[in-house]
């Protein structure tokens, strides 16, 4: 099973930047797909982005598409998310997901982060 660990939340104003990193340890990182949820109060968890076992294909949710971006480096078992152009409605706890597929869906996702909060002020 693999262990999932999120860092880099924090408090950001609107039109900022901040990049989230999610370490793994344990299983085979390489061969799972990777993605970002993400939970506002009083919301459910929503999908946000993934990115395939090899880096070479990702998904984005609309409402991030062309503002944030979901990478992975296989050698240092990590995953980011890059987050440009932020909004207030971005304000979420944001966790990271190994598993495998339909991106878009929790129940593909066998590992779970404890998630890291960012607030985005106006």
């Known amino acids: 099973q693999a262990q999932l660990v999120e860092s880099g939340g924090g408090l950001v104003q609107a039109g900022g930047s901040r990049r989230l990193s999610c370490a793994a340890s344990?299983?085979?990182?390489?061969?799972?797909?990777m993605a970002w949820f993400r939970q506002a109060p009083g919301k459910e968890r929503e999908f946000v982005a993934a990115i395939s076992w090899s880096g070479s294909s990702t998904t984005y949710a609309d409402s991030v598409k062309g503002r944030f971006t979901i990478s992975r480096d296989n050698a240092k078992k990590t995953v980011y998310l890059q987050m440009n152009s932020l909004k207030p409605e971005d304000t979420a706890v944001y966790y990271c997901a190994a598993g495998g597929g339909i991106v878009v869906l929790i129940a593909s996702y066998t590992a779970w982060g404890q998630g890291t909060q960012v607030t985005v002020s106006s």
């Open positions: 344990g299983g085979t990182f390489s061969s799972y797909a």
